[in-house]
């Protein structure tokens, strides 16, 4: 529960030009640690983002500065965010404020329901940054709030604050030993999305070295992003140029912009233009084929492009509120529950969003030799859109389509620990005997062996995916309606706690790992402490919007 300043009896004591606030104003939970991010000048101008909850905030005006004592600062205040799909209430704000800093973190905090007295002219964000690390200008002070705070904000959705000796927080500090070093070689290295990871390891936390690390990988994403000519291949304007892969949208990622303005303010790496080109390269579909639904056996699937592909649309929409955004939300909803509900290859629902092996490996379409199936780990790529699709449309569709993908999982999806060997255990050493692992095929028709083949082939240490798995587990227990199963899912998240391991965490042979465990890991922490099925519950309240 996040309880407002404005919501407090308040003693205020008039002394002069300056309003003097009981120490209650000054509330643990609203406080800003400035941080001595660059340059060395003790003047600074500070410019934080401070997200907020859904209904807490309708006029930045309402939002004072205040010092350690308590006493309101001159402050200049700017909507950066709404809530669009919601009541229409501030998300988020840009506060900006000068001070000297003579130390390496100064501590201040902001204060709701009360309109401010000392205003202060606001100025570009660009005017806060000095020379910093690999030739980036960056802030020369950065900002922290609390997590408390953050999470209650709901700006990268339901989250819990990361518990002390916390397993999977602990998980996530170890790989950050050797992630947090800016990957300027390695293209690959951003896959999955590097910076909206970051700044929500921060949201957790309130880490400064989170938020730092986050913030200079936006800055290097958006420097690559491409902002002329027209968003389709081979121009493909709007992609990301690192690499010399523009046209590959995989890439290409709306959530670190929306994240970047409601935690930082800063607004200096995007505009409207640049957002539309981003989101029309993803409906163009780049250099692959334009999106939309499954229509045949023959077509081309996978569940990261699907998966990715919704998630920043709902990111756009939340962004921008531009409605042109909802409606693909709701068209690319539908392509998969009619993929999933009634899949054109004529076996059944299953619940997974079966498609053809040979395609998803870019190989010839040959339906005498195909294993239909899908990817695990793929998959939770399409649970994280959804999810995000649920919390803005409150779509009724989306909680049994997660629910049947858990099912799917339980009944086809992982590798039963007693069909492995010493010359196929394909799981790494570094999660125990009792580790689990997921086909890197899956499916409820296939021969086993075909399965077996693909898993020689192509899927040791699958596992390495055990991670990002989990959130698709306890997201299928947040809406499961059936006790018998939803224990199962539970018992299921638990054995996948083995991957926490801190000899788990220090594999860093490929750079994304970091990506791929974390973007949508963390709201797991969150579903699996809420009554099962409790998301049913939600959904009712919810309605559609």
């Known amino acids: 529960m996040i309880v407002l300043a404005g919501t407090l009896a308040m003693a205020m004591v008039a002394t002069g030009a300056k309003s003097v606030a009981a120490p ?6 609203q406080s800003i640690v400035l941080h001595r ?3 060395s000048d003790p003047d600074v101008r500070v410019t934080v983002g401070i997200p907020l909850p859904p209904g807490a905030l309708r006029d930045p005006k309402q939002v004072r500065i205040l010092d350690d004592r308590g006493v309101e600062i001159p402050a200049a205040v700017q909507t950066t965010l709404r809530w669009y799909a919601k009541d229409g209430s501030v998300r988020a704000v840009r506060a900006q404020f000068r001070t000297r800093m003579d130390g390496r973190d100064k501590t201040f905090y902001f204060a709701l329901g009360r309109p401010r007295e000392h205003d202060l002219a606001a100025w570009p964000y660009s005017d806060g940054l000095v020379n910093g690390e690999a030739g980036f200008r960056v802030p020369a002070v950065l900002a922290t709030l609390t997590p408390t705070w953050l999470c209650d904000s709901l700006v990268a959705g339901p989250q819990l604050p990361a518990a002390a000796k916390e397993p999977y927080a602990n998980y996530v500090s170890a790989q950050f030993r050797w992630a947090r070093k800016l990957p300027v070689a390695d293209p690959t290295a951003w896959l999955f999305d590097r910076p909206s990871t970051l700044y929500k390891a921060y949201v957790r936390t309130g880490r400064f070295d989170y938020l730092q690390a986050a913030d200079l990988s936006y800055r290097f994403y958006m420097k690559y992003i491409r902002r002329d000519g027209l968003p389709v291949s081979p121009s493909c304007a709007g992609g990301w140029t690192f690499g010399d892969k523009p046209c590959d949208v995989k890439y290409v990622y709306v959530e670190p912009v929306l994240l970047a303005l409601a935690l930082t303010g800063d607004d200096t790496q995007h505009d409207a233009v640049t957002i539309d080109k981003m989101m029309t ?18 077509d081309y699937f996978t569940e990261r492009l699907a998966g990715l592909g919704l998630l920043q649309t709902v990111s756009a929409y939340e962004l921008t509120g531009d409605r042109r955004y909802m409606t693909r939300i709701e068209e690319r909803v539908s392509w998969l529950y009619m993929h999933q509900r009634n899949n054109p290859d004529g076996m059944g629902d299953d619940g997974s969003w079966r498609n053809s092996w040979n395609l998803h490996e870019n190989d010839a379409w040959d339906p005498a030799t195909d294993v239909r199936g899908s990817s695990p780990w793929m998959s939770e790529n399409i649970i994280d859109g959804l999810w995000h699709a649920w919390l803005v449309t409150g779509d009724v569709r989306i909680p049994p389509m997660i629910a049947s993908f858990g099912q799917y999982m339980e009944r086809y999806g992982w590798i039963d620990i007693a069909l492995l060997a010493p010359s196929h255990d394909w799981r790494n050493p570094c999660s125990g005997g009792n580790g689990q692992i997921a086909w890197y095929w899956s499916s409820a028709h296939a021969e086993r062996k075909s399965l077996v083949a693909i898993q020689e082939s192509d899927g040791w240490y699958s596992d390495a995916h055990n991670v990002e798995l989990g959130f698709a587990v306890a997201a299928a227990y947040y809406f499961e309606p059936d006790p018998k199963q939803s224990a199962a899912l539970k018992r ?3 054995a996948l706690s083995s ?3 801190p000899a788990c965490a220090a594999l860093d042979d490929t750079l994304r790992r970091f990506n791929w465990n974390n973007r949508g890991s963390a709201v797991a922490q969150w579903m699996i402490r809420q009554a099962p099925g409790s998301g049913l519950s939600a959904s009712v309240a919810r309605g559609q919007p």
Not at 24 to 29: L, R, S
């Open 24 to 29: 209650a104003e000054t509330i643990p939970t």
């Open 37 to 39: 991010n660059a340059g």
């Open 281 to 298: 390269l993803w409906e163009n579909g780049g250099w692959n084929r334009r999106p939309g639904p499954y229509r045949h056996p023959s």
């Open 492 to 494: 299921r998240f638990e």
């Open 499 to 501: 991957s926490y391991t």
